[in-house]
């Protein structure tokens, strides 16, 4: 699979990584142009490019992991997405701690408002939940594999994530919809920043 990440922080840097450990292609881009990414892409190897957002949202599957204040600069910057599997990763923090202010959508979920950015995009909101510390190591324990929350509205979109998440060795849990799974998972939710492991 090719993926493509809009924003190469440390969540998208996590889950290039285990793409690339299991086979996948990575096109990665930020706000500063390709050329600023050469460094991380040597680092990565073979299987790593850099590109523009729009090149990189050319893909099989688009990370979306970009600050909160950017998504809609990024998401005019994008070619048509129809049928794309994007996984929206970003939380809807206005500004970051210390002094942290969570957006005020009010009846729109995060993932809801990046979906209407994205028109014809299948988005699967995941990976936002985990401390990205807790991201890039092995999900894989001792004591069980890092589960990993997931919803959307597309049951394909879901099960293309479930499984590539499975990949990694992450333990993925189906929210439901990007409405009521979403609003678990999303800033403020019982879910957010719940670390557990599934016992196998």
Do not use: C
């Not at 998208?12 to 930020?30: D, F, M, P, T």
């Not at 809807?92 to 995060?110: C, R, Y």
């Not at 979109?157 to 609003?183: H, I, M, W």
């Amino acid at each position: 699979m090719k993926i493509g990440t809009l924003g190469a922080g440390t969540i998208a840097q996590a889950i290039a990584r285990h793409a690339i450990r299991h086979g996948h292609e990575v096109v990665l881009s930020n706000s500063r142009g390709p050329a600023s990414l050469a460094p991380l892409v040597k680092d990565l190897g073979a299987r790593a490019t850099a590109a523009t957002p729009a090149e990189a949202a050319v893909a099989d599957l688009v990370v979306l992991a970009v600050g909160w204040p950017q998504v809609p600069d990024v998401a005019a910057q994008l070619p048509p997405l129809d049928g794309t599997v994007v996984i929206d990763a970003t939380n809807q923090f206005d500004s970051p701690p210390p002094n942290v202010k969570i957006a005020n959508l009010g009846d729109l979920t995060g993932s809801e408002y990046v979906a209407s950015l994205l028109p014809g995009a299948r988005v699967v909101k995941a990976f936002n939940a985990l401390f990205a510390q807790f991201i890039a190591p092995d999900p894989r324990h001792e004591a069980g594999r890092q589960v990993l929350f997931l919803a959307g509205d597309d049951t394909d979109a879901k099960n293309t994530v479930t499984g590539l998440a499975s990949q990694f060795g992450f333990a993925p849990v189906d929210l439901g919809t990007l409405r009521e799974g979403g609003r678990l998972i999303q800033l403020g939710g019982p879910l957010s920043g719940l670390h557990a492991l599934k016992q196998d």
